[in-house]
């Protein structure tokens, strides 16, 4: 065993010098060309193996020209996630037929100790899962030399890993073994010449070489423990944060779906609103219409009657003696007359249609459900009435001179 460890010192390896070797060996990835499609196991790598060097790599049948640039595209992203996580990194390039075999193959021939490589495609991920389900990575950790450290990830996870037998400890074994069977053979040919007490002191010396060993051994077993509770403690931190994200997101899902249905809300209020305000809008534009119209035709009747009642001022003073020696009962003009009742009209009022009427006639036939124009007979637009002020003051002024004309005494005086 002294033997051993000196060796080990005369090639300038130790075990904190084989630690700080492993952290600056570059580590390999294996990836596909789909985009993107192993992101988690580069991730993985790089936050888990310690190394700051790193080769993508990527081993696909032969395709055409076209698929092959668009396949180095998708494999420039895994160089933007190493440049954002600020390791170093390079892209090998291997086209065989058989992926497994090129795998194999880079190993050889690039002495290749550590690999990260998928052991199943992330959507078959679960938490159970324990083995490998790829053909490909079944492959690879059955073939793969013996000096190469394999982890096997899916989804961000570890699933198992084939731990590495370097070629130096191969030799150690190899070495301890034969200086063994040495000792043994010397020891059982000694054990004839030699006395009980060199026995005692060749056995007290193999009892503390076996101790020293096994104290090796279990603080290697420690160590190997230790690294595996940090490793599944750091596995059940990003867990956590991957599940505490996926539920904040979850939850900022909902307050968007919320806001947009309020705002789909609020819209489809502001639309019928304004849907009604351009009906209400329409409704008075046409009643203003109406009214308008109404007005127009009351201002051109009141300019007829103001026509007419000129001329009724110029005749009347002709006719006045005319009319007072031949008749003391002269009729009335016709326009004097209501179209209703037929007879000279006390409270004229113009409707819809344009005619005027007796204003108690017209609103008594409104009130017994008429909608129409007793003149025309057509449907009026509204029912509402204008008081006729200028044909009331004719009715007026010709009714006193109807009554003065039929006085004796104002006769004479005329």
Known sequence: MVKMVGSLRSHGIDIAESMEINKKEKIYVAVTEKDLESKSSLVWAIQNSGGKEFCIVHVHQPIHKKEKEKAHKNLEKYLQICRQMQVTAEIIYIETDSVEKGILQLISQRGVTKLVMGA???????????????????????????????????????????EARRANNLYLECASSNSLSQSDITRGTESIVKDDDHLIKLAVTEAEASKRKARFKASKREEAEKTAVDALKKAKQWENVYFEELKQRKETEKALRKRNDELEKMRSESETQITESYTVIRKLQEKNNLSMETFRGIREEQEELKIKLREVSKLKGKREEEEASTSNHREPPQYFICPITHDIMEDPHVAADGFTYEGEAISRWFERGHETSPMINKRLPHTSL??????????????????????PSACRDI
């Open 386 to 407: 204008v008081p006729n002020l200028a044909l009331r003051s004719a009715i007026q002024e010709w009714l006193q001179l109807r009554e003065l004309l039929n006085r």
């Open 120 to 162: 199943a495609a992330d959507r078959h991920y679960s938490m159970r899962m324990r083995d490998l389900k790829s053909k490909k990575a079944i492959y690879i950790h059955r073939e793969a030399p013996a000096t190469c450290l394999i982890w096997f990830t899916c989804n961000g996870y570890l699933i198992c890993s084939r």
